[in-house]
């Protein structure tokens, strides 16, 4: 399985911005989507973000439509989550995940459905303050 390492995290004014990394034990484009998610203190999980690696294409939450932006590095190592207009509701720790390599497309089906993510990473913290 791939190994996952989230950093970027911190705490930050409503309104300011954030950028994540997820960097990978291998390329990227082994396991055809990856994904960030986010859980909140007594909340469920939820999907923030997905990038199919293959070609780049996205899939976002309604939460994070026109605020937060993924994308992967051109050496298919690092996945990138680019979070702007932050808000409190957006406090919670962010983790990346990754399918199966054997998976295949199948994954962009329900990219924001946790279940089918086998690797994850320990998560990093962002706190928005109002």
């Known amino acids: 399985q791939v190994q996952l390492t989230e950093s970027g995290g911190g705490s930050v004014q409503a309104g300011g911005s954030l950028r994540l990394s997820c960097a990978a034990s291998e390329y990227t484009h082994r396991t055809n989507c990856m994904a960030w998610f986010r859980q909140a203190p007594g909340k469920e999980r939820e999907g923030v973000a997905a990038?199919?690696?293959?070609?780049?294409?996205?899939s976002y939450s309604d939460s994070a439509k026109g605020r937060f932006s993924v994308r992967q590095d051109s050496a298919y190592r690092t996945v990138y989550l680019q979070m702007n207009s932050l808000r409190p509701n957006d406090t919670a720790i962010y983790y990346c995940a990754a399918v199966p390599r054997d998976l295949g497309k199948p994954c962009w089906a329900s990219p924001l459905r946790a279940e089918q993510y086998t690797s994850w990473g320990r998560g990093t913290q962002v706190t928005v303050s109002s």
């Open positions: 990038l199919y690696t293959l070609d780049g294409t996205t």
